[in-house]
Nanobody, 122 residues
């Protein structure tokens, strides 16, 4: 079992930056690929960014490439999402999740956090 707790969300103006953190406890954090997802009001949950468990390779959805950066610190059992140049369309609840392999498919993620709200005002 893995417990995931997100933090760092909040209200930001367009163009601002936020860093989300996701602290993991339980099974060995380094054995999981990690991902960030988001869900806007009235929409489905969508993939945002992922990071592998082996070589820290990263991958992103097109809408955040060049603006968001995912990283992990296995010594702190934490994954981060640095979000720059924020836009109103980035407004959503952001979730971190753990999977056994690198994937964009939310159905492959087995552990989920409770989410943190990010609101970007125009």
């Amino acid at each position: 079992q893995v417990q995931l707790v997100e933090s760092g969300g909040g209200l930001m103006q367009t163009g601002g930056s936020l860093r989300l953190s996701c602290a993991a406890s339980g099974r060995t954090f380094s054995s999981f690929a990690m991902g960030w997802f988001r869900q806007a009001p009235g929409k489905g949950r969508e993939f945002v960014a992922g990071i592998s468990r082996y070589d820290d390779s990263t991958f992103y959805t097109d809408s955040v490439k060049g603006r968001f950066t995912i990283s992990r610190d296995n010594t702190k059992n934490t994954v981060y999402l640095q979000m720059n140049s924020l836009k109103p369309e980035d407004t959503a609840v952001y979730y971190c999740a753990a999977a056994f392999g690198s994937t964009r498919d939310l159905n492959e993620y087995v552990y989920w956090g409770q989410g943190t709200q990010v609101t970007v005002s125009s």
